[in-house]
C-alpha cells in the first residue's frame, strides 16, 4: 500500500516510478490427508464413474480443472500413462498410471462408451462436462461419508499425494514431473512441510565426522 501511495504520489508531480511489489511468501502445505484417509475416501463409492474421479486425483495428483477437461484419448491405458495435452499456462507431461487404478478407469470407460475426443467424466443427471465446482461439491460429499473431518478438495489430494510421495523417500525431481511444477521450489514446500522427512535424509546423510572426546 506504501509502495502505491508513493507511485500515484510521484505521478501527480510528473516524475512517475516504478517501486515493484515484494512477493507474496510461499505457504507451506498443512492439513493433507494420510494414505489411511485416502484409502477411507476411495472406499465410500461404489459409482464406477466416482471411483475412477477418486482413483485419478489420489494416484497422479491432476488438478481440478485437468481432471474436469481429461479426454478419453488422453488416457493410454495400455502404457499405464496419461499423455496429459497441456495449456499457454500448464505444460503438456506425461503421467504414469498405477497398475492398481487400471481397472477402475477400465470399468468406467466401458460404460462410458464414448469417442477418444469426448471428455472421460460428466455429469450423471445430465450428461453435461463435469465442472470444477462440481467436482468440489462431489469430493465434500464424500469425505462427510467418509466421516473425514478436515475440509476436502480437489487440490487437496493433489497436495496430499506429493506430501506422502516426499515421506514415502521418493526424489523432488521426480515429484516435480508428476505435479508439473515449473520450479523445484514449488516441490521443496512439500519437504519443510515434514520435518520427519528431511531428519530422516539429514540422518541418512549427514557426513561422519570424527568428533573427539572432551576429556
Keep these: 500500500n506504501t509502495s502505491i501511495a508513493i507511485e500515484h504520489y510521484m505521478r501527480f508531480l510528473k516524475r512517475p516510478v516504478s517501486l515493484g511489489r515484494p512477493r507474496a511468501p510461499k505457504y ?9 484417509e485416502v484409502t477411507r475416501l ?85 450428461e453435461l462436462p463435469l465442472e470444477p465446482q462440481d467436482l468440489r461439491k462431489i469430493l465434500k460429499a464424500w469425505a462427510k461419508d467418509a466421516g473425514i473431518k478436515k475440509r476436502v478438495y480437489p487440490h487437496l489430494l493433489r497436495h496430499s499425494l506429493a506430501t506422502n510421495l516426499v515421506l514415502s523417500g ?3 525431481l521426480a515429484i516435480k514431473e508428476q505435479m508439473g511444477h515449473v520450479n523445484l521450489s514449488t516441490t521443496m514446500r512439500y519437504l519443510h512441510a ?6 530422516q535424509e539429514m540422518l541418512l546423510h549427514t557426513p561422519k565426522y570424527d568428533v573427539p572426546k572432551i576429556e
Design 42 to 126: 476411495i472406499a465410500v463409492f461404489t459409482h464406477p464413474r466416482d471411483r475412477a474421479i477418486m482413483v485419478l486425483l489420489a494416484f497422479t495428483g491432476l488438478r481440478n480443472q485437468e481432471l474436469c477437461g481429461l479426454t478419453i484419448q488422453e488416457l493410454e491405458l495400455e502404457n499405464k500413462t496419461i499423455n496429459l495435452r497441456g495449456s499457454k499456462i500448464i505444460k503438456d507431461r506425461i503421467l504414469p498410471l498405477a497398475p492398481i487404478a487400471i481397472p477402475v478407469l477400465e470399468k468406467h470407460l466401458a460404460e462410458r462408451d464414448g469417442n477418444p475426443n469426448d471428455l472421460v467424466f460428466l455429469t450423471k443427471r445430465n
Design 170 to 172: 521418493t526424489g523432488l
Design 194 to 199: 515434514s520435518p520427519e522427512r528431511l531428519r
Design 28 to 36: 507451506l502445505v498443512k492439513g493433507t490427508l494420510t494414505e489411511a
